[in-house]
Structures are given as structure tokens and as C-alpha cells.
């Protein structure tokens, strides 16, 4: 099946390289260009744009299969399916050590070329609920700026950027061991242990740095509390 990749962004890149070094014939092509293609098109472009384009082209190219990487979308299409990276994606990730999860109407074509292109995969659902983009983003996002801003209050306090970072990832690892482990059970910290005092203090400190971030922080030990108190997270 001819291959053809829309976007040179982080994911277009990756997936670029990926196809490269897998020795995996493929073109580069614009917009315009897709009404005359046949195969697969992998769509590489963002989440406010995407789903426009995928309209655009199915209007001009019927038989054409898409594959896109954004888990926001919604496209409901027996030819167009999701393969979402649940990873960090950068232009110089290689993708074919990462997991992505796959959505769509079974395809054993599609399926077959995924697989055999190197890619590693989960099967799932034929399209995902708006929480599962939510759990990305709070699992990922999320954990970045809260890594970034704990990686900066460290340099305040004189470490180094590379102690910093050794810093960081040795307590993040232990913490999802533990929560692995143990689950709620596993979480450590002043919310945890029910130090109100201490998150009070810590908050009011914090506002004098990011009243933003204070916000976070105490809304944040506030749930963990709650979740360990009622042993589970949502109501």
C-alpha cells in the first residue's frame, strides 16, 4: 500500500525518520496533492486543523485511507482511523520504541501495515471518550509544567540543573512504583498524611512565587486528601 505523510511538525518528523530508517517507501505531500493519491495518508498536523482537513480530503478523494494522531479529533469514517502516540513526541523520538493506541473500525489492511512498518500498538475501541485525551493531557501536560516548575524551584534553592534533574527523576520513579504497587495507598506527602499546616504554609509561600501555581498546589494536595480519606478518586 503506497504511504503518503501531511506535516512536518514534531509528529511529521518523527514519523519521517521512523519510515526512513524502517526502509519504508513514502512521499511528503501537500494538501492539493491528496485528491490523486491512493493508500494511506498519515496526517501529522495539529488538533485545530485536522479535522477540517480530513473533511477536505475525503471530499476530494473518497477511497483514501487517513491515519491521524490526534486523540481530540472526532472523525467518525470506516476509512479514517486514530493512532495516537500516549508519549511525548518530539522530532527526534523514535517512535518505534513507543506505544500508541489504535481506534477505529477494524481493518485488517490497516492493521497489517501498522505492524509491519515497526510500530508497536494497542488495539482499542472505534473512537475514544473526550477522557481519554484527558487522561494525556493530565498524565502528560500536566506532569511537565509541575516537573518544569519543581525543576526551577530546586535551582532557586542553588542545585544544579543535572542534580535537579536526577533529583526529579529519582522521586518520580519511586512514585509510580509505589502507586503501581500500592495504589492511592501509595501516595506520600503532607495531603497523604493529612499535615494541613504544612500545606497551608507551603501555598502562602508559594504565592509569593506564582499565585498560579499556589493555586494549583493547594487545589491538588486538597484532592489528594480527599482521595485518600475516601479511598478512591471520584465521587
Known amino acids: 500500500m503506497k504511504i503518503s505523510l501531511l506535516g512536518k511538525g514534531r509528529v511529521g518528523t518523527a514519523l519521517s525518520k521512523h519510515f526512513k530508517k524502517m526502509d519504508i517507501p513514502f512521499t511528503h505531500c501537500r494538501n492539493a496533492e491528496l485528491g490523486k493519491k491512493s493508500g494511506v495518508v498519515f496526517i501529522a498536523v495539529s488538533d485545530d486543523a485536522v479535522c477540517d482537513l480530513m473533511y477536505r480530503i475525503r471530499k476530494s478523494n473518497p477511497g483514501i485511507y487517513m491515519v491521524h494522531f490526534s486523540a481530540s479529533a472526532k472523525f467518525d469514517d470506516e476509512r479514517t482511523f ?15 520504541k513507543i506505544i500508541f493506541t489504535f481506534w477505529g473500525k477494524e481493518n485488517k489492511e490497516i492493521v497489517s501495515l501498522l505492524e509491519k512498518s515497526g510500530f508497536h500498538f494497542v488495539k482499542t475501541g472505534t473512537s475514544p471518550s473526550i477522557f481519554y485525551h484527558i487522561s494525556a493531557v493530565i498524565s502528560g501536560n500536566f ?3 509541575l516537573l518544569l516548575a519543581a525543576r526551577e524551584l530546586l535551582q532557586k534553592e542553588g542545585f544544579s540543573r543535572i542534580d535537579s534533574e536526577k533529583l526529579l527523576k529519582q522521586l518520580v520513579t ?3 512504583n509505589n502507586i503501581s504497587k500500592y495504589g492511592l495507598q501509595g501516595i506520600t506527602g503532607p495531603a497523604a498524611r493529612g499535615d494541613l499546616s504544612v500545606i497551608e504554609k ?4 508559594l504565592m509569593t512565587v506564582d499565585r498560579e501555581l499556589a493555586e494549583i498546589f493547594s487545589n491538588i494536595n486538597r484532592s489528594i486528601r480527599k482521595a485518600v480519606q475516601n479511598d478512591h478518586l471520584f465521587k
Open 174 to 176: 519511586s512514585s509510580i
Open 82 to 96: 486514530l493512532f495516537h502516540p500516549y508519549s511525548s513526541i518530539s522530532e527526534d523520538t523514535d517512535i518505534s
Open 143 to 145: 506532569t511537565q509544567y
Open 202 to 205: 507551603e501555598t502562602a509561600a
